[in-house]
């Protein structure tokens, strides 16, 4: 049996830019990628801890030490500038190894969107 868990989470950043005219997705300083364990292209959920808008997209990476959080396209009209949200990706596996399996969570500052040290 395979299920989902969480694989990869950056909890609570601050979206710095909303780009409505992209074609889609959001952009996430490479920093934060690396720490996270996430990849360019990769299926995220983000979740607007301001608004309770919860909604999906993929990852595009950004400039790495920008402390960038940018969303593109539609995802633009689901949170603002300013608001606080947290993204994260799932992974399925075989029931048995997800038992093991730690996921990799980050805790970034909120005010810089760099990663506490």
Known sequence: MQIEILKSKIHRVTVIEANLNYIGSITIDEDLMDAAHLIEFEKVSIVGINNGERFDTYVIKGGRGT???????????????????????????????????????????????????
Request: hydrophobic share 45%; net charge positive.
């Open 67 to 117: 402390g960038v959080i940018c969303l593109n396209g539609p995802a633009a009209r689901k949170v603002a500038v300013g608001d606080i949200v947290i993204i994260m990706s799932y992974a399925s596996m075989d029931f048995d190894e997800a038992k093991t399996f730690k996921p990799h969570i980050i805790f970034p500052d909120t005010a810089t969107n760099k990663l506490v040290k």
